[in-house]
């Protein structure tokens, strides 16, 4: 019987460029407020969220795509033809097939790289970084691009009072290269399907497939709502902050580090309150810089993470070589949490 020969990969990975993109537009809570009853003082002391990015018709999920990656592309100083695989976390691409990475792919010049879509929510860019790694080192890939981008404006319900506010668009990107020493920890990771309704779609795609409309949402006007995001935010919030922080201690074990040998701390930008909460959870020590892009930017899901990395990472709060605690949360219920070197 013939022996399969071994694949001959980098023995570790690393992050070796960042790079992303936010919409031209900002838009700040007062605009919000024009649908909901709400204040700006209370989207502020809910979320910490003060202003988020909306897309135009000309920022597509592909077009943020294209400008996050080819930053990240620059930063880890190759050409995009050395591009192995593109791996794009989103659930605002609203085509069925293809996947949106073969376009992403083919506009950036890569050399028929292999390319394919995730649906991990909140939680995507972990995952996508974690198959990222084990192409690398396996060998499939020398160079993989990992993308988490949404136009989560598309799928906002903005009379919602509860997730109105919440959500903004931009893309965040990657490049994962080879390394000679561990630069990408163990990833702990899961799902909880138990928990599934507490963040989905308000309506699922087959509703107007089959033409009954009698029981679609309508907005104050009489209109049929596109579906939206919804969650039941206390349940969200409790599990994130208690079974959040559980994860995010597991994978500083699993790195074989302590709180203590951290420099940055790099949550999915969901909550300020959950971002606080689980800071004081796991006794972070007062040295270790913490995200809150939120702030400024939304709740932008699979993008998160990586707009908050190049964001610290280009204000000087973090710095190439800090070891960071990155951890993704949100619909299914998924996670994904790992210790990284920053580029």
Request: hydrophobic residues 45%.
């Amino acid at each position: 019987m013939p022996k399969i020969k071994p694949a001959k990969g980098a023995p570790y990975a690393r992050i070796l460029g960042v790079g992303g993109y936010r919409p031209t537009r900002v838009v700040p809570n007062e605009v919000i407020l024009e649908r909901i009853d709400s204040s700006d003082e209370w989207i502020r002391s809910r979320s910490g969220i003060e202003t988020r990015h909306w897309a135009s018709p000309e920022e597509t999920v592909a077009a943020m795509s294209v400008e996050a990656s080819g930053k990240a592309i620059a930063g880890a100083g190759i050409d995009a033809s050395q591009i192995g695989a593109v791996v794009v976390s989103t659930v605002s691409h609203f085509s069925q097939t293809p996947a949106i990475a073969t376009e992403i792919a083919d506009r950036l010049g890569t050399n028929k790289a292999a390319a394919f879509d995730i649906s991990a929510g909140c939680a995507g860019f972990g995952y996508g970084l974690t198959l990222a790694k084990g192409m690398v080192v396996e060998g499939s890939a020398e160079y993989v691009l990992v993308i988490g981008v949404e136009r989560l404006s598309d799928l906002t319900d903005l009379e919602d009072r509860a997730t109105a506010f919440l959500f903004g668009d931009g893309a965040g990107a990657v490049v994962v290269g080879p390394s000679q020493e561990p630069a990408i920890g163990p990833t702990v990771w899961g799902s909880e399907g138990d928990k599934a309704q507490t963040i989905k779609q308000t309506v699922s795609w087959d509703r107007f497939h089959t033409g009954d409309v009698s029981e679609l949402p309508v907005d104050s006007e009489g209109n049929i709502k596109f579906p939206a995001i919804t969650q039941e935010g206390q349940a969200v919030f409790r599990w994130a902050v208690f079974e959040m922080a559980k994860v995010a201690q597991q994978a500083l074990d699993a790195a074989g580090i302590s709180s203590d040998d951290l420099d940055v701390f790099i949550p999915h930008q969901a909550n300020v309150r959950i971002i606080d909460s689980m800071v004081k959870t796991l006794k972070l020590p007062e040295h270790v810089t913490v995200a809150r892009d939120i702030r400024t930017t939304g709740n932008t899901s699979a993008a998160s993470i990586p707009l908050a990395m190049e964001r610290l990472l280009a204000t000087g709060e973090a710095k190439s070589g800090d070891t960071a605690l990155v951890i993704g949360f949100g619909a299914g219920l998924v996670y994904a949490a790992t210790v990284v070197t920053l580029p």
